[in-house]
């Protein structure tokens, strides 16, 4: 499973869209004089973010951009980080991340927010938009895939 955000509107959108296996977005648009069509959406304006598999403690489905709490207090942005092939916690004010498992997000992660409406949150994610967008960095990709 997936949600996406438009980046244009600042809104989820709740649309019959699918990834094809580029890893692309895509809508079906049905016609009635001829049939279905099928248009890819643009990565400038949506992002998706895959749900990683894994619940909070509250039983919530976590995605990649949730900006999560630890019991300790700690505040962190779910990533997925090629490196290791896994999904983390990234720690921004330790500097540290930690790999998620079954056991830890069970226990002791909740969803407080996420990188779009929530990033607050997190003063590090505030930098490093303003930052792309002054660069003009604008595809909104937080991860290799």
């Given at each position: 499973?997936f ?14 869209i699918?990834?094809?296996?580029n ?9 009635i004089l ?6 890819l959406?643009?990565?400038q ?16 489905l ?29 720690d921004?004010?330790?500097?540290k ?5 079954k ?20 003063p590090q ?7 792309e967008?002054?660069?003009g ?9």
């Amino acid at each position: 499973m997936f949600r996406i955000y438009d980046k244009k509107d600042k809104k989820w959108i709740r649309h019959d869209i699918f990834l094809t296996q580029n890893g692309d977005l895509a809508v079906i648009k049905s016609r009635i004089l001829t049939g279905k069509k099928i248009k890819l959406l643009s990565s400038q304006r949506y992002q998706y973010h895959m749900d990683i598999g894994l619940r909070d403690k509250l039983n919530h489905l976590i995605h990649e951009g949730d900006i999560c709490k630890i019991d300790n207090g700690q505040i962190g942005l779910i990533i997925y980080f090629a490196e290791i092939a896994s999904f983390v916690f990234v720690d921004y004010s330790n500097n540290k991340y930690y790999p998620l498992s079954k056991k830890l997000c069970n226990s002791k992660i909740q969803i407080v927010g996420n990188c779009f409406d929530n990033a607050y949150l997190i003063p590090q994610l505030n930098k490093e938009n303003e930052t792309e967008l002054s660069e003009g960095k604008t595809d909104g990709k937080e991860s290799d895939r």
